[in-house]
């Protein structure tokens, strides 16, 4: 919708499209917080795990979901507003910007999810939709930071959609941004043995 009302201006596209995201992701960690954790990304569940915040069995199922999830969210858009089904995107988002955009947006979106969900699930819901909406702006990669969105998104040809041949970048970027987090959070919060 944002592309279609823009008229062209591509940053204005970019302000909708980072203000309903953020504020769409803050509703439903509001919503389904108490019920899942609200776990729509694989990283943020396998930082769960490993950190001992949630038992190893939810990780395949949980994965599971959040990419059938975000593959039915692309095909609902898709179909809302008239565009063919799975069309794969033409979208370029290729480079060693865009990976190093990624990493920095997972590493932040995991920091402000694992902490903020200490605090409260409306600390992590404010915070994950205010992080994600920012982090369009001041990420090279408009902030994916999650995998199955990353995979889903090759399905679109809109101004959301990534090229199938960027994803692998991408999810290096995530997967290097995981690590880095990963690290961080073992030394800000060592365990006691």
Known sequence: MAERLAGGNTALALLANSLATGAVLAALILAFGAVSGAHWN????????????????????????????AIAGVSAAELMFGAPLFTFSQKARGGIGQILGEAV??????????????????????????YIAAAYWFTSSTSFANPAVTLARSFTNSMTGIRPADVPGFLLGQTFGFAAFAGFARWLDPRKE
């Open 105 to 130: 947006a997972t590493f932040g979106l995991l920091a402000v999810a694992t902490y903020g969900s200490r605090r409260s699930v409306d600390a992590a819901a404010i915070g994950v939709g205010a």
């Open 42 to 69: 694989p990283l943020v569940t396998l930082a769960s795990v490993v950190s001992g915040g949630r038992p190893g069995r939810d990780l395949g199922p949980y994965v599971l979901a959040q990419f059938a999830g």
